[in-house]
């Protein structure tokens, strides 16, 4: 037991404890009680004395043996009956003893140092003396006392002293009496916990031995498993081989399905980046006709997100009535690829867009069909073009054939040999200058023709610089229509004198004759027409104005172009739809600017701002 440190400190520990447990008690202990029956009884007699010296009216008087207070034996009666007081002195200035309650002592005086220096100059002396040990004045006590000395002053000079002599014989027996129990208890405590130490040491060394055995057990276990355990390391080691080289093969294979799937996912990223730039509707379905995907552009078309249409049946995806009956229709053909319009209201409910689509089999490597693919495009613009085209054929023919029946026309009856002879000089000169303005009106057209086929070739118009009167070709296109129009009030605003610009003349003319024509052909109720120039420093301006039918802003927005003409009703004003959009691509070849205002049924005005000099390298 004695070999293992930890139980040799604690029974070390334990004795110790069991030693100084007791002698604390002993010399600790004990003594502090007896300390605080000397304080506590010291201050008790000091506070009798000086209730004494209170009750004696003693204070602030020089005592002698004539001054004492004649009731003194009185007011000491209930001091007499105190059994632990056991001896009252009342001392002088000089230190003599004025009363004593041992009447023998009377007339002494106290020469002691103690009563000098400590007692005469205003400062409590006590002192605790035992039985049979000697008191302050040297007389031998038969019990334990405490005899305690109060002085008290007279102007700041000794004035006297009570002198109090207390019984504490009774209070050290009870203090001696219960310091030797504490004692006792502390001894059996001490003895009890050593015992108990002892036991619990017993027990301790007996589980060692136990320990002992059981690590010795233990250790031959560990020996037999680190056996066991080199045993099947090595095997696990021959595993581990195995298992690295399958992990190695599955690296490789697993590296190799990495790059396929990357591939994968740059393949569908691209497919996907493609189908988002495709600027049509695209819209693929599987074999039950469920939405697979869209793109953003079909998105925006139908107004429905993929989120919102992935896994629905194809008909769930619009509520127009035409885009479903029409697709209905195709899907059940069993055609490979058909192609057919519809229409889907717009932002204008009057103006529905129209929009191409093309059904194709979705057949992803195999022979089989596994969903439909819907291309859709929107050709409103298109179907619009083929119609103004259609419209123009019939106008051209129309435009085309009216100056050519008029021409054949009075041709036939100056060249019949029956009514040849009938006209004379004036009638055949009026019939000759009317085949002449209907050729210039077929010329005309034709050079139209001619000038929008070369535009849409992509060749640019072609333009002569030359330096002219802008004033003269004025006053030379409006001739024509200021001696033929009864109906029109025709206002000028021109700069006087000349006014030389550099430009095309012919392609002015062409310019000013179509917006004059203009203003005159859609004033059919007649009224002012205004036409103004304004000269500018590096630029002018012409205004051309109208008080005839007007158009709305949607028209004004599109009356540059081609084919477009603003009323194309039977009853409508004839034209080609060509002449503004003549003058826009004049204007264009110009570098200048075209702009337009128009209130329906209010009148038009059209401003053309063209540079004065040509641009650099084009004079």
Known sequence: MFRVNLLRNLLILSLCITVLMPGYIFFVVHPAY????????????????????RTLNLENRFLTPDNLPAELDIMLEPARNDTHLVKLRIFSSRGEIIFSTLQEEVG??????????????????????????VTADGD??????????????????????????????????????????????????????MAAILLALRRAAVSLKLRDK????????????????????????????????????????QKALGEALKEIRADREKLAGILSSVPDGVLVTDSQLNVLHINPAAEELLGRTLSEVEGQPLRRISEEVDFLRKVSQRLNVS??????DFELSGEDPKTPRVYQARISQYVPGTTESQGVVLLICDVTREREVERMKSAFLGMAAH???????TIIGYSELLTTAETAGKFDADQQRECLMLIHDKALALGRLVDDLLDISRIESGRPLSIDYRDFDLLSLIHEILSPYLAASGRHRFELHL????????????????????????????????GRIGLTVIKRERDFEIHVEDE???????????????????????????????????????????????????RLGQGTVIRVILPLLPPTGNA
């Open 495 to 526: 700069p006087e004198g000349e006014m030389t610009v550099s430009a095309d003349r012919g392609r002015l003319a062409q310019l000013l004759g179509h917006l004059v024509g203009n203003a005159v052909k859609y004033s059919p109720g007649g």
């Open 34 to 53: 007896r300390q605080l029956l000397t304080e506590e009884t010291e201050t008790e007699a000091v506070r009798y004395a000086s209730y004494m010296v």
């Open 548 to 598: 005839g039918i007007g158009m709305t802003e949607e028209q004004a927005a599109h009356v540059f172009d081609r084919f477009y003409r603003v009323d194309s009703t039977n009853t409508a004003v004839q034209g080609a739809g060509l002449g503004l959009s003549i003058v826009r691509h004049v204007v264009d070849a110009h570098h200048g600017d075209v702009q337009v205002e128009s």
């Open 140 to 193: 031998i006590t038969l019990r334990d006392v405490v005899e305690t000395y109060v002085p008290f002053m007279a102007d700041g000079m000794f004035g006297g002293a009570v002198e109090v002599y207390y019984d504490i014989t009774e209070s050290v027996r009870k203090v001696r009496a219960l310091s030797w129990k504490t004692f006792v208890s502390a001894l059996v405590m001490a003895a009890v916990f």
């Open 399 to 405: 435009e085309l054939n009216t100056p050519l029946t």
């Open 108 to 133: 002494d005086i106290n020469r002691q140092d103690y009563f000098r220096e400590i007692v005469a100059r205003g400062k409590v002396y006590s002192k605790v003396v035992q039985k049979d040990q």
């Open 214 to 253: 059981a690590e010795a057990s233990l250790l031959e276990a560990n020996n037999e498993l680190e056996r066991r355990v080199a045993a099947r390391t090595e095997e696990l080691s021959l595993a581990n081989e195995q298992l690295s080289e399958q992990i190695a093969e599955r690296t490789v294979a």
């Open 335 to 340: 055609a490979v690829d058909q192609t057919f």
